[in-house]
């Protein structure tokens, strides 16, 4: 599901398949985490890991797994999944498949027709490319359309509604425009596609068309498919309108969806859409927007058609048609394992989705095929006499793309394992040319920062943390940022929604990280019959060596978890940002009591009805709520009370690397661990968030109106966004709880590090007492 999309390849002197790279200026400084001898052993072995993976086989592996489209419930998406398993088998892996019986709407009749003023049926066809083999195989691709619509034949005035987020329909409220009792048309863009229909259906529109603007991915921003990568005129983009209460099957909230899983009915299924939804090429889309009347819209509604774009609502008239079959199909998650030689409990998980729209060369496979090489290469090292001390687990996720199913039922069948042993979930999803992206719970910062350093970057030979950090330095607006740009480690950003992460990190609060390359290959082949090895070997990473460099980072990240003797988890980076957070949302709301303070005095004025063309239409905003003042009191002691203890941490950390070789074989290091593993787990509450109980996390969620887009401290952010203060105020007490509770918890650990460096702990802090079963081992050294 992730956007990341490719374009030509440049010509360089690429390092050629399977030579050893040597990791550029590697710091000589011991790892985090690691004794100088393990360290260096470390060392070793992940040079050796970086060395084995081999575009070649990135390639192959590539054209096997997209050969023909493999969707949710196609012949082809099992056959990926079983020639996978038997992969993890030979490289050493105790492999097994997981099945789960998942709601998978196809459909059986789709259509879009202009009734009014003129007649046009729209062709709902991508057409098969000559040059491109595999866009041939219409009998396995599923139609276009947008997954968990629900049913709906619906005949209406059309209206026109930009991206169709919450902030376009107050300017249609400006333009005196309503959407009630007609069909919307949306462009793609803007939040994730199943936001447009649940704000269209709110504004009590019937139907909703979304389609692919040129101006978005289509001629505008290149030539289009085949003759170059970007969109061509009838490409559609499909994809999953399920609503944001919750991921995975519609019918089994909370629950694996095992074959005698209790099941909700259809009808009570809380995820599926209101209204009847499709997705349409622009081909498709122009004659329908060229027949809209009414006022033209806004300048920054206008795509790049060439029609003079207008709101409507009609004259065009539009009826649209959508039934699926309703069927509930097998989903198959590839489970591979490598027990741990010293610490089997703790697992590190690694993991990208196979299953894709249509062929899918891009997404996922650009993602699933460096996974499978990665999982090669540690099995070459396993033959060579490396064993992880902790369990790794690889897998390979079924129903990604309908809805985050596989990894979702995946985490709620094991939710009980999970929360014992889960030490990190690292996921990738697409995979192009450019620069490392890495997003992720910010106790893990300092960590991928650390391994990027380690990955050379295939076009500059620079390493891939080096130039993603110049990257940010060119790209600043101002000083501040670029020098903030110039300290030593990159920020990560918080993630939301979008792959396979989001159970891990949301429902069972397990430390995810989400990494890939991209930036320098777009394209607009995203979700079509387009997206293929076609497509990808001429316009994608054509040299697979962004796909070397993408095993490489993920494997390191995977090894450096797994064989470290104390889990190199950092909570500074992760106080400090969590700080930020809680002066962004101090921002938010004066900046909202300034501007309803504003509007209100303009409105007195008479600001709006003097400056409105009285030629036009023009309804002046209402009078609005000053909101109230919150109390951040909560969050602002729960954060200076985890920068406290997160410092408190670091500096016995640095004592560690400092102390005597003979501490690193403390026992009370493993006690250590297990409780790092939970600082993760202790940012949720079993309550969850008040309005999407599923959602566990207390400090990131994918935005209930943004899907893609994170909201860091949601049950306060969102309620300001809404105007809901005392849930707000609520959220505050919530989440500074949280904060305390993770304070506490951090603080003795630290305790428990300076007694192993044999630092006696600060006076204040003797008498402390100790949550309930956290087992306090004297250090007796
Ligand atoms: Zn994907």
């Avoid at 169709?164 to 005196?176: I, P």
């Avoid at 259809?266 to 009847?276: G, H, L, V």
């Avoid at 970057?457 to 390493?463: A, F, G, H, S």
């Avoid at 064989?563 to 940002?577: E, M, Q, Y």
């Amino acid at each position: 599901m992730t956007r990341q999309l490719a374009v030509a390849a440049l010509s360089l002197a690429l390092l050629q398949p399977g030579s050893a790279v040597a990791a550029p200026a590697a710091s000589p400084a011991n790892l985090d985490g690691y004794s100088p001898t393990h360290s260096a052993t470390e060392r070793d072995w992940e040079a050796k890991f970086r060395a084995i993976p081999d575009p070649k086989i990135m390639r192959d592996n590539m054209q096997r797994l997209s050969a023909r489209p493999h969707n949710v419930g196609s012949p082809y998406d099992q056959d990926n999944a079983e020639w996978m398993l038997g992969k993890f088998k030979e490289f050493g892996f105790d492999t097994h498949i997981e099945t789960f019986y998942v709601l998978f709407p196809t459909p059986k009749q789709r259509v879009v027709e202009l009734l009014e003023p003129t007649k046009f049926t729209a062709k709902l066809q991508e057409p098969p490319v000559a040059v491109d083999p595999t866009s041939s195989q219409t009998a396995e691709q599923l139609p276009t359309y947008n997954a968990y619509s629900i049913d709906g034949d619906v005949t209406a005035p059309l209206v026109y509604v930009n991206y169709g987020v919450r902030d376009d329909y107050e300017q249609l409220d400006r333009m005196g425009v309503s959407v009630k009792g007609a069909i919307v048309i949306a462009r793609y863009g803007g939040a994730w596609r199943g936001i447009k229909p649940k704000v269209a259906a709110e504004h009590g529109a019937v139907g909703c068309i979304i389609y692919s603007d040129p101006r978005d991915d289509g001629y505008f921003e290149g030539q289009y498919f085949p003759e170059g990568p970007f969109r061509p005129p009838d490409g559609v983009q499909r994809g999953s309108v399920m609503d944001t209460e919750y991921p995975g099957d519609p019918l089994t909230p909370g629950v694996g969806a095992t074959k005698d899983a209790k099941r909700l009915e259809i009808k009570d299924a809380k995820t599926i859409t209101t209204i009847p939804v499709l997705p349409i090429s622009y081909g498709d889309a122009q004659p329908l927007l060229a027949a809209l009347g009414g006022q033209v819209v806004p300048e920054g509604w206008r795509g790049a058609l060439p029609i003079t774009y207008h709101v409507g609502p009609g004259p065009a008239k539009v009826h649209l048609v959508v039934k699926s079959n309703w069927d509930i199909k097998p989903i198959y998650d590839v489970i591979a394992k490598i027990p741990g030689s010293d610490t089997p409990d703790e697992w590190v998980i690694r993991g990208n989705h196979h299953d894709a729209w249509v062929n899918g060369a891009e997404d996922p496979i650009s993602g699933m095929s460096p996974v499978l090489e990665e999982a090669r290469a540690l099995g070459e090292l396993m033959k060579q006499g490396w064993k992880p001390k902790r369990t790794i687990i690889y897998c390979a996720w079924d129903g990604e793309e309908p809805g985050l199913l596989g990894s979702t039922e995946w985490v709620e069948e094991h939710g009980a394992e999970l929360n014992q042993h889960a030490v990190i979930y690292i996921n990738s999803d697409s995979n192009s040319r450019g620069f490392l992206f890495a997003s992720g719970s910010h106790t893990l910062e300092r960590m991928i920062n650390s391994v990027a350093r380690d990955v050379p970057d295939p076009e500059t030979k620079l390493n891939v943390q080096r130039r993603a950090q110049l990257r940010r330095v060119g790209r600043a607006q101002k000083p501040d940022e670029r020098e903030e740009a110039r300290s030593a480690d990159i920020r990560i950003g918080a993630l939301g929604d979008g792959s396979d992460y989001a159970p891990f990190l949301d429902h069972a609060g397990v430390a995810a990280l989400n990494i890939g390359f991209g930036g320098e290959s777009n394209g607009g082949i995203y979700h079509s019959i387009y997206d293929d090895f076609y497509w990808y070997t001429h316009f994608g990473d054509t040299e697979f060596v962004y796909e070397r460099a993408l095993a490489q980072l993920g494997g390191t990240a995977v090894m450096r978890m797994a064989d470290a003797d104390v889990l190199p988890f950092d909570p500074s980076t992760s106080a400090d940002t969590i700080k930020r957070y809680v002066g962004e949302l101090k921002n938010e709301l004066k900046e909202r009591q300034e501007k309803a303070k504003e509007r209100n005095r303009e409105l007195e004025e008479g600001v709006f009805t003097a400056t409105a063309d009285p030629q036009k239409n023009y309804v002046p905003p209402p009078k609005e709520q000053v909101p109230p003042y919150l109390n951040f009191a909560p969050l602002e002691n729960g954060v200076a009370a985890y920068e406290r203890a997160a410092k408190r941490y670091k500096t016995a950390f640095s004592k560690l690397a400092e102390s005597n070789p003979t501490v690193w074989d403390s026992p009370e290091l493993k006690t250590i661990n297990q409780q790092l593993i939970l600082t993760e787990r202790t940012f949720m509450t079993t309550e969850g968030l008040k309005e999407r109980p599923w959602f566990k996390h207390q400090i990131y969620a994918p935005g209930a109106y943004t899907g893609y887009g994170v909201k860091t401290i949601p049950a306060v952010r969102e309620m300001i966004e809404e105007d809901k203060w005392a849930d707000a105020d609520a959220g505050s007490m919530t989440a500074g709880g949280v904060l305390m509770k993770e304070a506490a918890l951090v603080d003795s650990i630290a305790a428990e590090l300076e007694k192993v460096v044999g630092q006696a702990p600060p006076a204040t802090q003797s008498a402390r007492k100790h949550k309930k079963g956290e087992e306090v081992t004297a250090s007796g050294r």
